[in-house]
């Protein structure tokens, strides 16, 4: 572990500073998505609950691509001191148990998604920093006539034996990737379901297709991750076959298109449907204490003040 890492240490333990941007990227997705569910009315507990169910799913989804690619043995699969979670891989996990928990919960599946979208590249582009704290998700190195500037170049694992070579920091152009797709999600409003969504998945998919093959494994400066032919890696067939996926899920959609925009609240709209019945009853029983003798008696008073021949008459009519 090198010394860029490392936060806080007391022993053998150690906090370091990769955890700590992770944790603080999944702050900004919770709050940022709690912000747009409360101000959009839908169901309250939308963000908490994906967190919860997203952060588990991520972890066993990543552990286990890492070890489909050969970053890991299986046999490390529960062994969390190795550095070794696929970004695909949690990806996808997470994509699939928010899903399958909102189909359970009833929740529509795409509105609900676009509500936590802005949220979860907000979050990614936080958590991409983790990166540079681990010297990870680096380029080529920097030559040696090339001006090296931060945060374009940045530290390698040599960096802290020779203090000379840095690289390129694919993690930087990722970061603006997710900053700018967060930025697109959140000025999406009002429209279709599902397209908000949709299109900065396809958008994310493609950039990250694209920058893997800008990425080197350090410290072996040139070479290739995880190749699985030629010169395509195992992350790159995650990415391709999940935008191929999604690609085809939009041209459905485009088809038939999603009704229903926004989960619904499940708790706040009742409580308002129950106070208005109380102020229309209100009224009600004023009018109920009024006698059926007494608004006779009104109603020949005020006929005796309208037309007081007819009360004459009727009068007269009395008397014989």
């Given at each position: 572990?090198?010394?860029?890492?490392?936060?806080?240490?007391?022993?053998?333990?150690?906090?370091?500073?990769?955890?700590?941007?992770?944790?603080?990227?999944?702050?900004?997705?919770?709050v940022?998505?709690?912000?747009?569910?409360?101000?959009?009315?839908?169901?309250?507990?939308?963000?908490?609950?994906?967190?919860?169910?997203?952060?588990?799913?991520?972890?066993?989804?990543?552990?286990?691509?890492?070890?489909?690619?050969?970053?890991i043995?299986?046999s490390a699969f529960?062994?969390l001191?190795?550095?070794?979670?696929?970004?695909?891989?949690?990806?996808?996990?997470?994509?699939?148990?928010?899903?399958?928990?909102?189909?359970?919960?009833?929740i529509?599946?795409?509105?609900?998604?676009?509500?936590?979208?802005?949220?979860?590249?907000?979050?990614?582009?936080?958590?991409r920093?983790?990166?540079?704290?681990l010297?990870?998700?680096l380029?080529?190195?920097v030559?040696?006539?090339?001006?090296?500037?931060?945060?374009?170049a940045?530290?390698?694992?040599?960096?802290?034996?020779?203090?000379?070579?840095?690289?390129?920091?694919?993690?930087?152009?990722d970061?603006?990737?997710?900053?700018?797709?967060?930025?697109?999600?959140?000025l999406?409003?009002?429209?279709?379901?599902?397209?908000?969504?949709?299109l900065?998945?396809?958008?994310?998919?493609?950039?990250?297709?694209i920058?893997?093959?800008?990425?080197?494994?350090?410290?072996?400066?040139g070479?290739?991750?995880?190749?699985?032919?030629?010169?395509?890696?195992?992350?790159?067939?995650?990415?391709?076959?999940?935008?191929l996926?999604?690609?085809?899920l939009?041209?459905?959609?485009?088809?038939?298109?999603?009704?229903?925009?926004?989960?619904?609240?499940?708790?706040?709209?009742p409580?308002e449907?129950?106070?208005?019945?109380?102020?229309?009853?209100?009224?009600?029983?004023?009018?109920?204490?009024?006698?059926?003798?007494?608004?006779?008696?009104a109603?020949?008073?005020?006929?005796?003040?309208?037309?007081?021949?007819?009360?004459?008459?009727?009068a007269?009519?009395?008397?014989e």
């Amino acid at each position: 572990m090198n010394s860029l890492n490392i936060a806080f240490s007391a022993g053998n333990a150690a906090l370091t500073w990769n955890a700590i941007m992770l944790a603080l990227g999944i702050l900004v997705a919770v709050v940022v998505s709690g912000i747009l569910v409360k101000k959009r009315g839908a169901y309250k507990d939308l963000a908490l609950d994906a967190c919860i169910i997203g952060i588990p799913a991520g972890l066993i989804g990543g552990r286990l691509f890492s070890a489909l690619s050969g970053k890991i043995a299986f046999s490390a699969f529960f062994d969390l001191t190795q550095n070794g979670l696929n970004l695909p891989g949690a990806l996808l996990f997470v994509g699939v148990g928010i899903v399958v928990w909102l189909r359970i919960k009833k929740i529509p599946i795409e509105g609900a998604l676009d509500l936590l979208m802005p949220g979860a590249f907000f979050g990614l582009a936080v958590g991409r920093w983790s990166d540079f704290f681990l010297c990870d998700g680096l380029g080529a190195e920097v030559g040696a006539n090339v001006p090296k500037f931060f945060p374009l170049a940045t530290f390698t694992p040599q960096y802290f034996t020779d203090h000379a070579t840095v690289a390129y920091a694919v993690f930087f152009l990722d970061f603006l990737v997710c900053l700018a797709l967060g930025v697109t999600a959140l000025l999406m409003k009002n429209q279709k379901s599902g397209r908000t969504f949709r299109l900065t998945v396809i958008l994310y998919l493609f950039a990250e297709f694209i920058l893997e093959w800008l990425r080197v494994e350090w410290p072996d400066v040139g070479v290739t991750r995880e190749i699985v032919f030629g010169e395509v890696r195992f992350n790159q067939l995650v990415w391709m076959a999940l935008l191929l996926f999604f690609a085809g899920l939009s041209l459905y959609r485009a088809k038939h298109p999603v009704t229903a925009a926004v989960p619904e609240p499940d708790e706040e709209e009742p409580e308002e449907a129950e106070e208005q019945p109380e102020e229309t009853h209100a009224e009600p029983s004023d009018l109920e204490t009024v006698h059926p003798e007494q608004a006779s008696d009104a109603e020949s008073s005020e006929e005796a003040v309208e037309h007081p021949e007819k009360a004459a008459d009727g009068a007269e009519g009395n008397a014989e």
